[in-house]
């Protein structure tokens, strides 16, 4: 080597520099490691935790909503699978999912929203993580969105409630909400019960929302609870379109029918007018959705003046044979008229009383008894309490209790004023004097094998002394004619009670009938109630007798309960001139 080319070597290779280069690296590499090292052997929880916070979801798998069904088996409420469209606002900015104007065209015309409305929605949430675009969409609606690939869109499951039976029993079943909690009715009541608890589970998400990893199980699910009521849907719809037709041609403001199985105390039907599609919720007006059978209390009428027979009976004042002077057909006191009649009725007994429906007569019977009597026999009956029918919104009604009465408001109690019930605690009193005067707990449950007990409210020999009475309300010479039933011995009362207005009572009534069937061995109680009927037919007997006529007739058909002992002898003797004849 020359000379020259040896000092250009010494000149590139500096010693010191190249250990201090070398020292350099080698420490850098020493802090690596041992940094690595603290990391992953010493302390590796921190960044496991900072990693689980980014990646690990607790995600619940619901289950369905439990089935609602009638004593049969019939599907009355039933979840629906659907899926809820949601975009995360922060996800879609930095993939720039916007700019594709035409995919986003396509998914706001199949929400059927605008587009430009529906980006402005976007931009004003853009700092959110989650935001719901549109709910309870099809399954095969959510696919095609998924199609799209537009980046921070996803969906995911949810419900919604059908309801078979629609308007004919909308307020009984009642309605969800949007997120299926019960809001209303049966659905309301037993949200617990059909609500179930959905299981739990720990998973891994990548950073675009997708599952990588399915970790533990932290809650296991339970399966939905199904609820089988008293209804019995083929009564139902018998009793709803009855009363429809009833309130429509009286243009009535509303109706209501309760249908009680007298034996069991089970509810067959209830129905209201005016009702709505539970499965539309543009019809969801509250007064559309109250269950007026339980909610709406009202002055009863002529409906209550069997009981203030039996009233009269059980305290010994009168008895079966005993017979009312009501001449001259009216009758006053302390210069007040107490009560009058259509015309003067002469000496009755208690039957024609009750077939006449005399206010005069039944009114002695209430001035025979003292006031707390009277309300004693009520208030045993259920008037101005609960029922205790698993409802929300039950109202007891009216009963008032104080020291003083006058004559005039003693006598109103026996022909329904001055106090008021719903039409289910009326339906609920026929039924105990069609049981032997045993009050059986209203279930709007199904009852088992076993009957549950009831409670003796009035004595058995009166309620059998009673009810035979009512048999003539519905004879050529009663006031409900149009409640006979062919080949059925019924016993039942018509009530036509005025409306109470500020400073006295309106124009306006309230027609109702309740009545028992068969008289023999009586099976049903249903009773009826027709609000503010228009026309000259507002009588109880015109616009609810023949609503009670239709619908106790198809139920005694439905249920299969045999024609009366009387009716099979003229129907045979019929059928013999018939053969004769031919």
């Known amino acids: 080597m020359s000379l020259l080319n040896r000092k250009r070597a010494d000149t590139l290779i500096i010693p010191w520099r190249f250990y201090v280069v070398l020292g350099f690296a080698t420490f850098l590499f020493f802090l690596l490691a041992t940094r690595a090292a603290y990391i992953q052997i010493i302390a590796p929880e921190k960044l496991r935790q900072q990693q689980d916070a980014r990646t690990l979801r607790l995600i619940a798998h619901k289950n369905q909503r439990g089935l609602i069904l009638d004593r049969h088996g019939e599907v009355l409420a039933a979840s629906v699978p659907l899926r809820a469209i949601w975009v995360d606002p922060q996800h879609m900015l930095p993939a720039e999912s916007l700019d594709d104007h035409q995919r986003w065209q396509a998914l706001a015309d ?28 099809t399954p095969a609606v959510a696919d095609y969105i998924e ?49 179930t608890t959905s299981m739990k589970q720990k998973v891994r998400k990548s950073r675009d929302g997708f599952v990588v990893e399915h970790l533990a ?6 399966e939905a609870n199904d609820i089988t009521l008293s209804i019995d849907q083929r009564i139902q719809t018998l009793a709803y379109a009855a009363l429809k037709k009833a309130t429509t041609e009286t243009q009535a403001t509303s109706g209501s029918i309760v249908v009680l199985d007298i034996k ?51 305290a010994g004042t009168i008895q079966s044979d005993s017979l009312i002077d009501t001449s001259p ?17 002469g000496k009755i007994g ?27 026999t009520y208030s045993a009956l259920g008037l101005g309490d609960y029922t205790g029918i698993e409802l929300h919104g039950e109202s007891p009604g009216i009963l008032d209790y104080r020291n003083r009465w006058s004559k005039q408001e003693q006598s109103s109690l026996s022909y329904g004023y001055g106090f008021s019930a719903t039409a289910l605690q009326l339906t609920r009193m026929y039924a105990i004097l069609a049981n032997d005067g045993v009050m059986m707990p209203v279930s709007i449950r199904k009852v088992g094998d076993v009957i549950p007990t009831g409670t003796q409210v009035i004595s058995k020999q009166v309620a059998q002394t009673v009810l035979p009475m009512l048999k003539g309300v519905l004879g050529d010479h009663g006031t409900a004619k149009q409640a006979h039933i062919d080949g059925y011995a019924v016993a039942g009362k018509t009530g036509t009670s005025r409306k109470a207005v500020a400073g006295g009572y309106g124009d306006d009534y309230v027609a109702s009938f309740a009545g028992v069937a068969p008289l023999e061995n009586p099976k049903l109680a249903i009773g009826v109630v027709i609000n503010e009927p228009k026309g000259d037919h507002y009588y109880g007997g015109d616009a609810a007798a023949p609503v009670f006529s239709k619908v106790m007739a198809g139920s005694l058909q439905l249920l299969n309960i045999p024609l009366s002992e009387l009716s099979k002898t003229v129907l045979a003797q019929v059928r013999l001139q018939e053969k004769v004849k031919s």
């Open 147 to 195: 199609s799209l690939n537009l980046a921070g869109v996803y969906w995911k499951p949810e419900s919604k409630r059908f309801y078979p039976g629609g308007e004919s029993i909308a307020q009984l079943i009642g309605v969800t909400n949007i997120d299926d909690q019960g809001i209303e009715g049966v659905e309301s009541f037993y949200d617990s019960f059909l609500t």
């Open 329 to 345: 057909g009216y009758l006053y006191a302390n210069g007040r008229r107490l009560a009058r009649d259509h015309h003067n009725l």
């Open 264 to 314: 069991t105390g089970e509810v067959l039907a209830m129905a209201n007018t005016p009702s709505f599609n539970p499965n539309n919720s543009a019809q969801r007006q509250s007064y559309r959705m109250r269950n007026r059978a339980i909610t709406d209390a009202f002055e009863l009428g002529s409906v209550i003046k069997p009981f203030m027979i039996v009233a009269g009976l059980e």
């Open 217 to 222: 199980i932290t809650q296991k699910g339970q």
């Open 350 to 376: 208690l039957e024609t009383i009750l077939q006449k429906s005399s206010n005069v007569g039944v009114t002695k019977v209430a001035l025979s008894l003292s006031v707390q009597q009277i309300l004693d």
């Open 110 to 137: 199949i929400l059927e929203q605008d587009k430009a409305s529906l980006l402005k929605r976007l931009d004003d949430h853009k700092n959110r993580r989650f935001l719901y675009l549109k709910r309870q969409v």
